[in-house]
C-alpha cells in the first residue's frame, strides 16, 4: 500500500499508472490529450484520475518535457488595441491545454532587442511563441528561436514561413476592398496614411490600396500619402498636414483604426463633417470602431481568431498532430460598410 493510500499525501502518477494497469507514459499521453492512446483506454485513466483527483504537478510537467508549460506573445505593435485582442486570442487558443499565456513586448530599435528576445525565451524555458507583426517578420528573431530550438508561429501579411509556422493576413486584399469602396462612392481625390515603415502590413496596405484604385482608373497621388506610427496621435498630426492643403482629399484611408479614429479627430478639429465633408476608412475593426461617432468604416481583420489560431498550432504539438495539417480557415479581411464613408459633396 502507497503513503498515498494510507492518506498521507496526494496521489501520484505512478499510483494512476498502477490502478489504471497502464504505463506511466500512456497516463502522460492521457494528459496531454495525445491522438495515440485507444478511447477504451483514455476512458479507464480518465476515471481513475477523476476518482482520486490527480492533477498534474506542471513544475514536473515541465521538466519532462525540459522546458516549461509557457506560450510567449512577443510583440513590439504600438497599438493596445491589437495587443489586447490578440492576447485575448492566444488565451482562447491554449485553453484547457495546460499552457500559460507570457507577454514580452520589446522595441525592434532597441541595440538590445535580440539579446532581450533570447534571453525571454532561454530564461522562460518557453513551450513556444507567437509573434504578431512586425516581430514575426524579422528573419534574425526566427534564427534566435531556432537556435533556442522554440517552436514558434508567425502571424503575417504574406506567407513568410513553412504552413505551420504561419498565419497569413492577407492585408493586401482588405485594403484592395477599401479602395473600391471609395472609389465606388465617386472619391478621386483619395488619401492615404500608412503606418511604419519597418511594418510588412504598411507595404501590402499600400500595395492593396493603390491595386484596388487601379481598378478604377486612378492613381494614388504622391502628396496624398503620409507616413503614421499605427497610433491616434500621428493619425492626427498626419490628417491636420493632409486637410491644410488646397485641394484637400475627400477621403482618408488610414493604415488601421486608431490612426483613422486620429483623422476623425483632425476633421472635427477643422470644423469638418464626417462624411459629409470627409470620408474616412480604417483598418482592423476593432472594438472601438463601432463605438466612436459616426461609427467608423473599416476592413475586418480578426485578430483575435488570428491569435487562436497561432496558439491552436502550438497546442497541436502537444497532441502529436502536424500543425499544417489543421483545419484552420483562410484569413480574408472584409470590408466593413458604416457611417464614415458617403458620396462626396462636391
Given amino acids: 500500500m502507497s503513503d498515498w493510500e494510507r492518506g498521507q499525501k496526494h496521489a501520484t502518477i505512478n499510483d494512476i499508472a498502477r490502478l489504471a494497469e497502464v504505463s506511466k507514459k500512456t497516463v502522460s499521453r492521457v494528459i496531454n490529450n495525445s491522438p495515440s492512446v485507444k478511447a477504451e483506454t483514455r476512458r479507464r485513466v480518465e476515471a481513475v484520475i477523476a476518482e482520486h483527483g490527480y492533477s498534474p504537478d506542471p513544475q514536473a510537467r515541465g521538466l519532462a518535457f525540459r522546458r516549461s508549460f509557457l ?38 530599435a532597441s541595440p538590445r532587442f535580440l539579446d532581450d528576445v533570447r534571453s ?19 528573419e534574425r528573431v526566427v534564427e534566435v528561436l531556432k537556435a533556442a530550438d522554440c517552436p514558434y508561429v508567425r502571424i503575417a501579411s504574406v506567407a513568410l514561413d513553412e504552413v505551420g509556422a504561419m498565419v497569413v493576413t492577407h492585408d493586401s486584399r482588405g485594403a484592395a476592398r477599401a479602395a473600391r469602396h471609395l472609389a465606388g462612392l465617386g472619391h478621386r481625390r483619395i488619401a492615404f496614411i500608412s503606418g511604419p515603415e519597418s511594418f510588412r502590413s504598411s507595404h501590402e496596405r499600400g500595395r492593396g490600396f493603390r491595386e484596388g484604385l487601379a481598378e478604377h482608373g486612378l492613381e494614388l497621388s504622391r502628396d496624398l500619402v503620409r507616413q503614421g506610427a499605427y497610433t491616434f496621435e500621428s493619425g492626427v498630426e498626419a490628417a491636420r498636414d493632409l486637410l491644410a492643403l488646397p485641394d484637400r482629399p475627400t477621403a482618408i484611408f488610414a493604415g488601421n483604426d486608431e490612426m483613422a479614429i486620429g483623422v476623425m479627430k483632425a476633421a472635427r478639429d477643422l470644423g469638418l463633417d464626417v462624411p459629409g465633408d470627409l470620408s474616412i476608412v480604417g483598418f482592423d475593426d476593432l472594438p472601438m470602431a463601432s463605438r466612436v461617432w459616426p461609427n467608423l468604416t473599416t476592413v475586418r481583420l480578426p485578430i483575435r481568431d488570428m491569435g487562436r489560431m497561432a496558439a491552436e498550432k502550438l497546442t497541436a504539438r502537444l497532441r502529436g498532430l502536424d500543425p499544417a495539417e489543421l483545419d484552420q480557415p483562410t484569413v480574408d479581411p472584409q470590408l466593413v460598410e458604416r457611417d464614415s464613408t458617403a458620396a462626396p459633396s462636391t
Fill in 71 to 108: 506560450v510567449g506573445l512577443i510583440y513590439d505593435n504600438p497599438s493596445p488595441n491589437y495587443v489586447v485582442n490578440m492576447q485575448q486570442g492566444v488565451l482562447e487558443g491554449v485553453r484547457g491545454s495546460g499552457l500559460e499565456l507570457v507577454v514580452h513586448p520589446c522595441d525592434r
Fill in 120 to 138: 525571454f525565451v532561454v530564461r522562460q524555458k518557453l513551450f513556444g511563441v507567437v509573434m504578431p507583426p512586425s516581430v514575426s517578420e524579422d
